[in-house]
């Protein structure tokens, strides 16, 4: 099925460590982002990617990195993962710059031990 | 700064009846709003939008109503169903139309 792919469902991390989650849209879009999601709260913009080859913070960006490998995969790395950044992440596309026709992921939820 | 927030963390509401689950937003400079419905495990899917130069627009048993002045957005979903147990959020655009700005959500239980 068309949509965004995110990889992995679930990872469990020690502080200090590091990794990338991987995201992928098959429907040509333009745009991807990469959010967070703490319990009872809405959606924060980590970073984002309006076209290929470029990228610009959000609202939450510190601790994290990303790069947009091509048109389809936007990936979204920790570097020395800690406790704050227990989440749940998820990656989303749109054709164009905007908040038009958002297409979210499943999320990945990470733990940071 | 500017903030999207929603009046009640929780809605229970029995199956057939009416919802309305309401939003307050902060920034006047918004253009464009959207709900979203958030089920458990799964990522976020539009449920409506509208701009800021309409006041009221329908879907599919679910109406968005905009209110400029008092800066207030609600979503009503007409006779709630099961299915319509989840978390929605309402969001809007900033100046820019690059970003999206979420609310806390309202989680809507429905009762059989």
């Known amino acids: 099925n068309a949509g965004v792919t995110q990889t992995p469902k679930f990872q469990v991390l020690k502080t200090g460590q590091s990794m990338t989650l991987q995201c992928a849209q098959d429907m040509n879009h333009n745009s991807m982002y990469w959010y967070r999601q703490d319990p009872g709260m809405g959606l924060r913009l980590i970073y984002y990617?309006?076209?290929?080859?470029?990228?610009d913070k959000g609202e939450v960006p510190n601790g994290y990195n990303v790069s947009r490998l091509n048109k389809r995969e936007f990936s979204l790395r920790l570097e020395s993962a800690a406790p704050s950044q227990t989440s749940v992440y998820f990656c989303?596309?749109?054709?164009?710059?905007?908040?038009?026709?958002?297409?979210f992921g499943s999320g990945t939820r990470l733990t940071v031990v | 700064g500017e903030s999207v927030g929603l009046h009640l963390p929780t809605l229970s509401v029995q199956e057939g009846d009416n919802s309305i689950i309401n939003c307050a937003y902060s920034n006047s400079a918004s253009d464009y709003f959207i709900w979203y419905k958030q089920e458990s495990g799964k990522g976020p899917q539009f449920i409506i939008d509208?701009?800021?130069?309409?006041d009221k627009r329908q879907g599919q048993r679910v109406t968005v109503l905009l209110n400029k002045t008092v800066k207030h957005l609600s979503l009503q979903i007409a006779a709630t169903q099961p299915g319509d147990s989840a978390v929605y959020f309402c969001?809007?655009?900033?100046?820019?139309?690059?970003?999206?700005?979420f609310g806390g959500g309202t989680r809507l239980m429905v009762k059989p």
């Open positions: 969001a809007e655009s900033n100046n820019a139309g690059n970003m999206l700005t």
């Open positions: 990617s309006a076209s290929e080859g470029t990228t």
């Open positions: 989303a596309s749109s054709e164009q710059t905007g908040p038009y026709g958002y297409t």
């Open positions: 509208i701009r800021s130069n309409m």
